[in-house]
Structure formats: structure tokens, C-alpha cells
């Protein structure tokens, strides 16, 4: 059974950090591509990063670089995302997903081809 986990949203205010989780079961999660994307009340899914399984490069949306981190831990089959200097702009429902091709500069192509993906955790950014 493949399943992917998020975990670690919440409520932080503008400038604060947070580090969302994704702990995959059923398929080795370095394996493959792996992103997170969120989508916010009336609008349109977005990715907003990707890593890739062979040489772990790594790619951002532009809203977001400099900022957050994706990252791998082999041995929990986890993925995180370290998310800094949070902005209200970055509110939304953040999801794990497994892509069906490899990362590439175009995460807004790569957001409409997804394969597995999680329940979602929720990030709010208020003041």
C-alpha cells in the first residue's frame, strides 16, 4: 500500500519557521522524484519545490528561493521541508507528492502530473 504522510503545519506569524514532514510508506521515497506544492482558497495548485532521486538536485518556485529547503532522510523515508522567513503569501494546504516524471525548472507542469500524494497539512501565516 503507497501512502505519503505530511505533518508539521500549523500557525506562525510573518517571519517565523516551520518544518513540514512527509514519511512515505510502501515505496522507497528515494527512489523516485519527490515535491511538495500547496494550494491556497481560489487558487490554483503550485509547486513549490522538487528533488530528484539520481543526483538529488534540488529545484524552487521563484516565490520561495532562498527560503525553503527540501531535504531526504534515507533511513525514515522522510522527506522535510524547512520553511523560513515565512510570509502570508505562503498560506495554504501543503502537500507530498510523488511526481510521475523527474523534477525540472517548470514545478507549475510538474504540479498537474502527480501520481501519489498526501492528506495535506495546513500553514497559516497571520499576525
Known amino acids: 500500500q503507497v501512502q505519503l504522510v505530511e505533518s508539521g503545519g500549523g500557525l506562525v506569524q510573518p517571519g517565523e519557521s516551520l518544518r513540514l514532514s512527509c514519511t512515505a510508506s510502501g515505496f522507497p521515497l528515494d527512489y523516485y522524484p519527490m515535491g511538495w506544492f500547496r494550494q491556497a482558497p481560489g487558487k490554483e495548485r503550485e509547486g513549490v519545490s522538487c528533488i530528484n532521486s539520481s543526483d538529488g538536485m534540488t529545484y524552487y518556485g521563484d516565490s520561495v528561493k532562498g527560503r525553503f529547503t527540501i531535504s531526504r532522510d534515507v533511513a525514515k523515508n522522510t522527506m522535510y521541508l524547512q520553511m523560513n522567513s515565512l510570509k502570508p503569501e505562503d498560506a495554504a494546504v501543503y502537500y507530498c507528492?510523488?511526481?510521475?516524471?523527474?523534477?525540472?525548472?517548470?514545478?507549475?507542469?510538474?504540479?498537474?502530473?502527480?501520481?501519489?500524494w498526501g492528506q495535506g497539512t495546513l500553514v497559516t501565516v497571520s499576525s
Open positions: 507528492a510523488r511526481p510521475t516524471r523527474n523534477c525540472s525548472p517548470d514545478l507549475s507542469a510538474l504540479s498537474r502530473d502527480l501520481e501519489v
